[in-house]
C-alpha cells in the first residue's frame, strides 16, 4: 500500500508550505509522502521559518521553493492551500483543504514559533487524528 501524498501549497513556498511540510515530516514521517510549492516562488526559504525548524531538530536550509505545476495537483492525494484564494494551474484532484494563516515574510523567529504551534496544531487535528485522516484519500 502506497502512503497518500500531501502537497503543501502557498503564494511563494518560503514560509508557510514550508513550515507545514516540515512539520509533517517530523510529526509523521512514515505515513505520508510530502511535498511543497508555491505559485510565485520566493529565491529561499524563509530564514525565521529554517530557525524554527531547526529548533525542532530538522534542516530546512537547503531547500529551494518551486512553483505548482498542473502535475502536483492532479497526483496530490491531500492539498492544504496555507493561504486561501490561491491562483493555481489547475484544480487539485485530491482533498482539498484551504486554511488560513498569516505571512510570516518579514518575521522573527520568536514571531514565528506561535505559527509554527497553531500549524502543528492543524495538522495534528486534520492528518494525525485518525477519524479525520481516514477520509484522505488513499
Same mark, same amino acid.
Not at 501549497?9 to 512514515?30: F, M, T, V
Not at 505559527?115 to 487524528?129: F, G, K, M
Given at each position: ?26 510529526? #509523521?514521517? !512514515?505515513?505520508? *509522502? ?12 524563509? $530564514? /525565521?521559518?529554517? %530557525? ?10 537547503d531547500r529551494?521553493p518551486r512553483?505548482?505545476? #498542473?502535475? !502536483?495537483?492532479? *497526483? ?12 493555481? $494551474? /489547475?484544480?487539485? %484532484? ?45
Open positions: 500500500m502506497s502512503t497518500p501524498t500531501v502537497l503543501f501549497l502557498c503564494q511563494h513556498n518560503a514560509g508557510r508550505s514550508q513550515l507545514g511540510a516540515a512539520l509533517l515530516e517530523i510529526l #509523521a514521517p !512514515d505515513d505520508y *509522502t510530502i511535498t511543497s510549492a508555491g505559485t510565485t516562488p520566493a529565491d529561499t526559504v524563509n $530564514p /525565521a521559518i529554517a %530557525a524554527t525548524i531547526a529548533e525542532l531538530g530538522l534542516d530546512i536550509t529551494t512553483a505548482v505545476t #498542473a502535475q !502536483d495537483l492532479a *497526483t496530490a492525494d491531500i492539498v492544504i492551500a496555507m493561504k486561501p484564494g490561491l491562483d493555481l $494551474p /489547475a484544480t487539485p %484532484a485530491g482533498r482539498f483543504l484551504e486554511w488560513s494563516f498569516p505571512d510570516p515574510t518579514d518575521w522573527t523567529p520568536e514571531n514565528v514559533r506561535p505559527l509554527r504551534d497553531s500549524v502543528t496544531a492543524r495538522i495534528q487535528e486534520t492528518l494525525l487524528t485518525p477519524s479525520l485522516a481516514e477520509g484522505a484519500p488513499r
